[in-house]
């Protein structure tokens, strides 16, 4: 496994662990966006690394450069593990990087290792897709667990979707093969928002985790954040007449399973604009 680094291996308390990718498995950004609202307002550990070069096309997803100081500095894309000791009954591990473009089958192999030496048992991963969900509405959340019992008490609503998977689905599948006890939760996010970030909806993916989990995750550190995206989002509405009218009939009609209704490409162009502008 040349690709890994360990940077440490700390002793940690019966932990858990979450993870998202970067890309087709993260609509909105609301799965990564989790996760990095932990480790923000958490200390964490570096744990370990994944050196992408033999996982990436660079020409489709190319490293960056920029400056630290005076210095010129090429950023590679990796994917990275961290732990954070908590205060509560349990350790958390947190997995987040850019989903890989090559060699899937090997990716997930190292990164069982990783939750294997780590002592991780239970896991949850995150994701998000794009849905005819309106933003006004509480974030709809699939639950993908063997724990029928479990999704029902925890309000997730079955899964239904066949058809292309992501990293996070292979991943999933290779952890549950080793024993690991994985749930998958999925959040639907409007697809009239899809090029913006979406708080609201990685607020609501952390608060069932963390109902889940039985853990605080910090998910009360959105707060602030997702009330300013509602006040943007509905000054953008506000301002044409002819969104508001396609809103109400989508808080009328959502559904999770349908493909996204045809909207027309201005009314997605106008309130995306507006966004960017204000």
Same mark, same amino acid.
């Given at each position: 496994?040349?690709?890994?680094?360990?940077?440490?291996?700390? @002793?940690?308390?019966?932990?858990?662990?979450?993870?998202?990718?970067?890309?087709?498995?993260?609509?909105?950004?609301?799965?990564?966006?989790?996760?990095?609202?932990?480790?923000?307002?958490?200390?964490?550990?570096?744990?370990?690394?994944?050196?992408?070069?033999?996982?990436?096309?660079?020409?489709?997803?190319?490293?960056?450069?920029?400056?630290?100081?005076?210095?010129?500095?090429?950023?590679?894309?990796?994917?990275?593990?961290?732990?954070?000791?908590?205060?509560?009954?349990?350790?958390?591990?947190?997995?987040?990087?850019?989903?890989?473009?090559?060699?899937?089958?090997?990716?997930?192999?190292?990164?069982?290792?990783?939750?294997?030496?780590?002592?991780?048992?239970?896991?949850?991963?995150?994701?998000?897709?794009?849905?005819?969900?309106?933003?006004?509405?509480?974030?709809?959340?699939?639950?993908?667990?063997?724990?029928?019992?479990?999704?029902?008490?925890?309000?997730?609503?079955?899964?239904?979707?066949?058809?292309?998977?992501?990293?996070?689905?292979?991943?999933?599948?290779?952890?549950?093969?080793?024993?690991?006890?994985?749930?998958?939760?999925?959040?639907?996010?409007?697809?009239?928002?899809?090029?913006? @970030?979406?708080?609201?909806?990685?607020?609501?993916?952390?608060?069932?985790?963390?109902?889940?989990?039985?853990?605080?995750?910090?998910?009360?550190?959105?707060?602030?954040?997702?009330?300013?995206?509602?006040?943007?989002?509905?000054?953008?509405?506000?301002?044409?007449?002819?969104?508001?009218?396609?809103?109400?009939?989508?808080?009328?009609?959502?559904?999770?399973? @349908?493909?996204?209704?045809?909207?027309?490409?201005?009314?997605?162009?106008?309130?995306?604009?507006?966004?960017?502008?204000?």
């Amino acid at each position: 496994m040349e690709e890994l680094s360990w940077i440490s291996r700390p @002793s940690l308390r019966d932990p858990v662990a979450l993870y998202a990718f970067s890309g087709w498995n993260d609509a909105a950004e609301a799965a990564t966006g989790a996760l990095w609202n932990i480790l923000s307002l958490n200390d964490s550990l570096d744990v370990a690394v994944i050196d992408h070069d033999g996982f990436n096309d660079h020409q489709v997803s190319r490293p960056l450069i920029g400056y630290e100081g005076d210095e010129r500095v090429i950023t590679w894309p990796e994917t990275r593990a961290y732990a954070i000791e908590t205060q509560q009954d349990r350790d958390v591990v947190i997995i987040l990087g850019e989903e890989p473009r090559l060699r899937w089958k090997a990716f997930a192999r190292i990164l069982e290792h990783v939750v294997s030496e780590l002592g991780v048992v239970e896991a949850v991963a995150l994701g998000a897709f794009i849905g005819q969900v309106p933003h006004t509405l509480p974030v709809p959340v699939v639950g993908v667990t063997e724990n029928v019992e479990r999704r029902l008490a925890l309000g997730l609503l079955p899964p239904t979707y066949e058809g292309p998977t992501g990293m996070t689905g292979i991943l999933t599948e290779q952890l549950r093969g080793a024993g690991v006890n994985v749930t998958s939760l999925w959040a639907a996010t409007p697809h009239y928002l899809s090029e913006n @970030s979406n708080p609201k909806a990685a607020q609501t993916l952390l608060v069932k985790a963390e109902a889940l989990l039985g853990l605080d995750l910090d998910s009360a550190g959105l707060d602030r954040e997702v009330k300013q995206w509602e006040r943007r989002v509905d000054s953008a509405v506000q301002n044409s007449d002819e969104m508001s009218e396609y809103l109400a009939e989508l808080e009328d009609s959502a559904d999770l399973y @349908s493909p996204p209704a045809d909207t027309g490409g201005q009314l997605v162009d106008e309130i995306e604009r507006f966004l960017r502008d204000n």
